[in-house]
């Protein structure tokens, strides 16, 4: 069965206070781990997909690494707008159709 | 690119009704569709996986004969909550996969979300 594991579970910054946030997984055959971006009563919206440990990518304060048991998000002299609640979403093998999501990391960014 | 609409974005109905939810790829094809349920501060729990033309396969747990998917086109899938419940007031983001990219698995996108609440 497919896990992932986010954490912390919420984190507090002051603007411009660089961080991580780390989703631990294991999974059968990966095809994929994905960063969403929530916000307060929306849906999810997509960042990145990463698909082999090494690859990174970026977005504007954004960057997502991999490596074969976690992923890091990091954020860069964050905004208060990049207060958000962020998913990791990986999937495996065994369930092609469907995705495994975290509980999340809930980022509150103070001015 | 890859937008998901849902329509109503928010419902409130009376116990005993039905409420029927539209997920639509605005710019792309979706093969599949999937429709999650939302809890406050809860992680995305996962309901039904719907494949156009055919049955929605459920979730262990997800009431077949309550939740009703229809996935009739490849832009268009549906949601009907029937004879609706408080305890189905919820958050319910519907989901599409694509558009797919050579060589790589496809990415979901997700709606912006109905709130139902149900009296």
């Known amino acids: 069965e497919d896990q992932v594991t986010q954490s912390p579970e919420a984190l507090r910054l002051q603007e411009g206070e660089s961080s991580s946030l780390n989703c631990s997984y294991t999974v059968s055959g990966l095809r994929g781990l994905f960063w969403y971006r929530q916000d307060p009563g929306k849906g999810p919206e997509f960042l990145f997909t990463l698909y082999s440990a090494g690859e990174e990518k970026e977005k504007e304060r954004l960057k997502a690494t991999l490596t074969k048991k976690e992923s890091f998000l990091h954020i860069t002299a964050p905004k208060p707008e990049d207060s958000a609640t962020y998913l990791c979403?990986?999937?495996?093998?065994?369930?092609?159709?469907?995705?495994?999501f975290g509980k999340g990391t809930m980022l509150l960014v103070s001015p | 690119g890859a937008v998901v609409s849902q329509h109503p974005s928010w419902v409130i109905c009376k116990s005993g009704t039905s409420v029927k939810i539209e997920c639509r790829s605005l710019d792309f094809q979706a093969t599949t569709m999937f429709w999650y349920r939302q809890f406050p501060k809860q992680s995305l729990m996962l309901m039904a996986t719907s494949n156009e033309g055919s049955k929605a396969t459920y979730e262990q747990g997800v009431e077949k004969d309550k939740f009703l998917i229809n996935h009739a086109s490849l832009t268009l899938s549906t949601l009907t909550v029937t004879s609706a419940h408080p305890e189905d007031s919820s958050f319910y983001i519907c989901?599409?996969?694509?558009?797919?990219?050579?060589?790589?698995?496809?990415?979901?996108?997700f709606g912006p979300g109905t709130r139902l609440l149900v009296l």
């Open positions: 979403a990986v999937r495996g093998a065994s369930g092609y159709s469907t995705l495994t």
């Open positions: 989901s599409a996969r694509g558009p797919y990219n050579r060589g790589q698995q496809e990415t979901q996108y």
